[in-house]
């Protein structure tokens, strides 16, 4: 048996290398996704346009209006004379955040009041919004910390970001706050995002080439040689995803040495830990590519059919949207999605070092979902073969 599995590894193994359009999905399209969702898949929001309606016109509003341009997250792009200049700037998309001081906000300050800043943001894109107002806020809390040290006096901010403006220093009666992000200090967006890109690589790699080996087969018109050869069809589905499952681990080691060695993400669990994840993770992965190809008559089909099956995928594995804030149906199907478990399981191991006492549950369910769903797809695709 392994001698008749090894010539046909070897045969699929030239097949690919032969193939120009195999060589570009196993090697430059991983590549190209990787760099290009590294850097894409990212929720840092920088250079804010920004519009400033300074109707106080004193040096204190001045100077909190040079604290947002030097803080790196706004860039201004103009002073407008009126509230009605803020709205076309706005509607018209030239400036994303707006920066409106009341005339009296210098002498509020000066008497020991509140005074009050308004911050607009355009909200059509509601995630960049949210960023905006947390950005605005950290600027008008360190301004306000100056402000309360000597006069006693606060900055505040209306609307959503009010009840976090003020930032009052430590003092007689204050709060002194002090705030640590674990696992990820900086809190970089990439850092949270590259090993999520890596899961997502493999598991489109490996879709799509166990579902077109055999439909490739079929159309070129060699299944028929291959039937009547002396190998079992066991041994032919191992022969057909065997050299995946062996692409799709060159994959994780060339996506963990991009992401440590150019990105700069760390790996801090263990590398064997790792592996194995990703062999249970295949099981999946490479059982749904071999039912592809039970239902496709067409190599284009089968590529049609990977991208269905991969989409719902990628929007229901917490990679762009956390599972926890989705509809509690909707989070019950992300139970048989093995993406799921194995995004976790990178970012566990990369950010966390997590180890198998914590990770135990994301691999006992990638065994179970692999086990059911291999065993399904063999049987299915060797009774096609029979």
């Not at 003020?166 to 009666?173: I, K, V």
């Not at 150019?262 to 194995?276: A, H, M, R, T």
Request: without cysteine.
């Amino acid at each position: 048996m392994w001698e008749r599995l090894r010539h046909l590894m070897r045969k699929e193994f030239i097949q690919i290398v032969r193939d120009r359009r195999m060589r570009a999905v196993l090697v430059a399209l991983p590549a190209f996704q990787l760099f290009v969702f590294g850097y894409a898949a990212t929720t840092e929001v920088v250079d804010l346009t920004t519009a400033v309606a300074d109707f106080d016109g004193t040096q204190d509003s001045r100077e909190l209006v040079r604290q947002f341009a030097s803080s790196g997250y706004f860039r201004i792009v103009g002073h407008v004379p009126s509230a009605g200049a803020v709205r076309d700037l706005l509607d018209r998309g030239t400036a994303r955040v707006a920066l409106q001081l009341d005339p009296g906000f210098a002498s509020d300050l000066r008497r020991g009041e509140t005074a009050v800043v308004q911050v607009l943001v355009d909200g059509t894109a509601s995630n960049t919004a949210a960023i905006a107002l947390n950005y605005a806020t950290q600027v008008i809390a360190q301004y306000n910390r100056r402000l309360v040290a000597p006069a006693g006096v606060s900055l505040r901010a209306p609307g959503p970001a009010a009840s976090r403006a003020a930032a009052p220093g430590p003092g007689p009666g204050a709060i002194d706050l002090r705030v640590r992000a674990w696992y990820n200090p900086e809190l970089r967006s990439r850092a949270f995002a590259v090993p999520g890109v890596i899961a997502l690589v493999i598991m489109l790699t490996a879709l799509q080439l166990t579902s077109m080996a055999i439909v490739r087969e079929r159309e070129m018109g060699t299944i028929e040689q291959l039937l009547v050869s002396p190998l079992r069809p066991l041994e032919l589905i191992l022969g057909k995803t065997l050299p995946f499952a062996l692409f799709g681990l060159g994959h994780l080691v060339v996506g963990t040495g991009v992401a440590v060695l150019w990105f700069g993400v760390p790996i801090k669990g263990s590398v064997l830990l790792l592996l194995g994840g990703t062999v249970l993770f295949l099981l999946p992965a490479l059982g749904i590519g071999v039912f592809i190809s039970t239902v496709s008559r067409t190599q284009q089909e089968a590529l049609l059919s990977t991208f269905l099956v991969f989409q719902p995928a990628l929007m229901l594995s917490g990679f762009l949207f956390p599972i926890a804030n989705m509809p509690a149906p909707i989070q019950y199907v992300t139970y048989v999605n093995p993406l799921r478990y194995f995004v976790s399981i990178l970012r566990g191991i990369f950010l966390k070092a997590s180890g198998a006492a914590v990770l135990w549950p994301e691999f006992a369910a990638l065994l179970v979902l692999g086990a059911g769903v291999l065993t399904v797809s063999l049987l299915r695709l060797r009774r096609r073969l029979e």
